[in-house]
């Protein structure tokens, strides 16, 4: 079977997501790149291409144009501008939109029936407006949400209590910012409650480490890639393998008409279903908070 991916937007993130599927046996046949730096591209089809010798499997990779979306099963958009000195989070939402309504606008022109894949910040009001420019059915717009975050979450504490970061069952939910959360009423080590291996505190300190990464890492090396490849692949795969794999991605809360991060099972429908996490109240205020702040900004843009 013919599994095609496009990647609109191919900076350090497009470009991570490329090298992380080229390492990674996937079921991707075929992978093409847009940008509006063509000759760039050109350049990385090339260096992309010469690794195929070594790869685990062989995947067709091309410079690609809107044509391309026709018969493509992932379309993942990576495209954006980032944060200038002296810009406000709302200056990048405005610059992000007008960005998106063009993209969305012309892989919907070109035939595309498939998934759209969000990495592009701030993460869920993107994948909203997606959304909303594709009137697409919101199963099939997916956003990498608090995938991350999750898998932040994941190796700190693994890191800490000396376990596999596979057998740490928490999730980081809310938006992709500064208002997510960790619910730790629902975090488990194997089937025992974290907190019968660490202390409030500590669960305190985690929480605030997985929240502030994103800022440390740019303050060392200018930008975060890495991670959201692996977990844009991990979406890939879900979706292209049909894995029913529960993912906390931003998805379509259709009571509150938001998308943010929460478990959803990700399968080749797209979000098969939401997973409702039982929150006790301190939590829900939380919760209620970070959709708030989505809101806000999308309002914002929608004014």
């Not at 091309?62 to 391309?68: I, P, R, S």
């Not at 592009?120 to 608090?146: C, E, H, Q």
Request: charged fraction near 20%; charge should be negative.
């Amino acid at each position: 079977m013919n599994h095609k991916v496009i990647i609109i937007g191919c900076g350090n993130v497009g470009m991570s997501y490329a090298y992380a599927l080229l390492n990674q046996r996937t079921s991707v046949t075929e992978l093409a790149l847009i940008d509006l730096d063509e000759k760039r591209v050109e350049g990385e089809v090339m260096d992309l291409n010469h690794c195929l010798a070594f790869a685990p499997s062989h995947i067709d990779i091309k410079v690609g144009n809107y044509e391309d979306c026709r018969d493509a099963q992932i379309v993942v958009i990576a495209a954006g501008a980032n944060q200038a000195p002296g810009e406000t989070r709302m200056d990048l939402i405005y610059k992000n939109s007008k960005i998106f309504k063009t993209i969305v606008t012309s892989v919907i022109d070109n035939g595309f029936k498939g998934i759209f894949l969000v990495a592009t910040n701030p993460l869920d009001v993107m994948t909203y407006l997606t959304w909303k420019y594709s009137n697409f059915d919101a199963s099939r717009v997916i956003g990498s949400g608090t995938s991350l975050d999750t898998a932040r979450l994941k190796y700190l504490v693994g890191a800490k209590v000396g376990v596999n970061p596979k057998n740490v069952h928490a999730y980081v939910v809310g938006e992709h910012g500064d208002s997510e959360f960790v619910p730790w009423s629902n975090a488990n080590i194997g089937l025992q409650n974290i907190k019968t291996f660490l202390k409030d505190e500590e669960l305190v300190e985690i929480c605030e480490e997985v929240k502030n990464a994103a800022y440390e890492i740019i303050n060392r090396k200018g930008a975060t890639y890495y991670g959201i490849g692996m977990c844009l692949v991990k979406i890939t795969n879900a979706i292209l393998g049909d894995e029913n794999t529960i993912l906390t991605v931003s998805n379509y809360d259709s009571h509150n008409d938001v998308f943010m991060g929460t478990p959803a099972i990700i399968n080749s429908d797209g979000v098969k279903r939401r997973i409702y996490i039982e929150l006790n109240e301190e939590e829900t205020k939380k919760l209620q908070h970070s959709m708030e702040m989505i809101k806000g900004a999308i309002n914002e843009i929608i004014k």
